[in-house]
């Protein structure tokens, strides 16, 4: 479905991704996992179009995303939950969840998807004419995934959904993540919390430093003794 | 003295109905710059030249092709607003991620610009429509009709661009952009465009403004300087881009100026809304309705 071939990528002068290979098959949940300042931010950031790459080039179901407007991406099937989910403060969460349902052909069905999005999120039903900048952060969270959900994507972009938020509140949104991907929706996350990541999706890349390091399923990356003594500290 | 009291309250009622006629009309001025600072962050020190052009286009438009007022308005909001649309593709766009003093600048130019060009093209008589209205009297009041017919419509446009704001898709991404520029893209929104639209609803404002104060006041190439300053001090005081302090700001000035005329001569009421800007602006340095952060 996606699929990036050695990708660079940077912000001026400082270069952030290294030759990344990286590719997502439909129906899939992908993992990005990796220390702070890794790139695994940049590398979510470059998919969705926010910044350009150097080099290399990203295919979305056959579409060069590279030559894609960035605000057309999302037309491509992409819909990216960024960093710190990045809300409206000052919009109602029913307004916020608007503005995921902008391109044309998810406002055409946007009572259609706004059902759906309410039918996940009963809390976001209760709240929706609540300002998005005065709830709690795993209602936040939960917004922002609704938002994204909102343009009807194909492939869904999760970048640290956990960041930030209590123990139990990182449950529910891997909880949450589990529930997305029954319902038939490809996944790639980028998490720092590699422990549960790791139990949510199927396979998993290793970044650090801007290159991928390892890559593998869950299971083999669990076992690997690279992520047991960096990562999980066993 | 029991007579000398009723007409006094007379006047004073009149000058409050005055106030608030006054304060629409502002509010209408402020919205448009308010608008363009809040979702754009840039500053139209042209604005008032923009209202300027448009009251000019209404002379021509009745005078000179003989078009009703009702039919030349439109089109005059229409001039403005492509205006708008005009200053920022030209103007602003170019300037976007520049300081904002090469930004103020620019617009400033700007208003040299079209000052110059309105004498040169239109002279420097004082023109109007030729149209007077009538004088509308309730018992002892006295209240113009084009005051009354101004107030009206400036309700009536920020009642339209208030539903546009809240009830459109375009409107709550004119909201949004104000509040995070930098993910738009992954909405799926034109940030470009966005500006766009934008800057030609300021100038659909100012064209409407334009409209209703060619009603009242003579149109010259430096008209802007009468009712320009004041539109920046209520934008200021009512916290640079919040729409609702702009709205506030423009019916306290218009009160104080409305009233202040009423104990003395009008341009005392102009010295005392400006000595009150002042107080206010060491007392609320961010706006009278200045969010907390």
Known sequence: MLELKSVDAGYGSFHALFGINLDVKAGEAVGVIGPNGAGKTTLMRVISGLIRPTKGSIAMLGTDVLATPAHKIVGLGIAHVPENRRLFPRLTVE???????????????????????????????????????????????????????????????????????????????????????????????????????????????????????????????????TIRQAYLGV | MGSFLEIFDIYLLEAILNGVLLGG?????????????????????????????????????????????????????????????????????????????????????VLFVLQSFAT???????????????????????????????????????????????????????RAIAQDRQIMALMGVDAKKIYVVTSALGGALAGLAACLLVLQYDVHPFVGLSFGPITFLICVLGGLGNFVGGFVAAFLFAEIISLGGLFSDLEWGYVLAFAFFIVMMFVRPAGLLARRS
């Open chain 2, 25 to 109: 009309l502002l509010a209408l001025l402020a919205l448009g710059l308010n608008l363009i600072f809040g979702v754009i962050d840039v500053t139209w020190i042209c604005y008032a030249e923009l209202v300027m052009i448009g009251m000019y286009g209404m002379y021509y438009f009745v005078q000179y092709y003989d078009l009703s007022y009702y039919v030349a308005a439109p089109l005059a909001i229409l001039l403005v607003a492509a205006l708008g649309a005009l200053l920022h593709i030209l103007v602003i766009a170019p300037l976007l991620s520049s300081p904002p003093i090469n930004q103020l600048l620019a617009t400033g130019g």
């Open chain 2, 120 to 174: 040169v093209a239109f002279g420097i008589d004082f023109r109007n429509l030729g149209i007077r209205l009538p004088i509308l009297t309730l018992g002892d009041m006295h209240l113009s009709y084009s005051r009354l017919l101004a107030f009206g419509a400036a309700l009536v446009g920020m009642i339209v661009v208030y539903l546009f704001m809240t009830r459109t898709f375009t409107g709550t991404a004119i």
């Open chain 1, 95 to 225: 307004d916020n969840l608007k503005m995921g349902a902008y391109m044309p052909s998810a406002r055409a069905r946007y009572a259609e998807r706004l059902d759906f999005v309410f039918d996940l999120f009963p809390r976001m039903k209760e709240r929706r004419h609540q300002l998005a900048g005065t709830m709690s952060g795993g209602e936040q969270q939960m917004c922002a995934i609704g938002r994204a959900l909102m343009s009807d994507p194909k492939l869904l972009l999760l970048d640290e959904p956990s960041a930030g938020l209590a123990p139990v509140v990182v449950q529910q949104v891997f909880e949450l993540v589990k529930r997305i991907r029954a319902g038939g929706l490809t996944v790639l996350i980028v998490e720092q919390n590699v422990k549960q990541v790791l139990q949510v999706v199927d396979r998993a890349y290793l970044l650090e430093a801007g290159t991928i390091r390892i890559s593998g399923s869950s299971a083999e990356l669990l076992a690997s003794d």
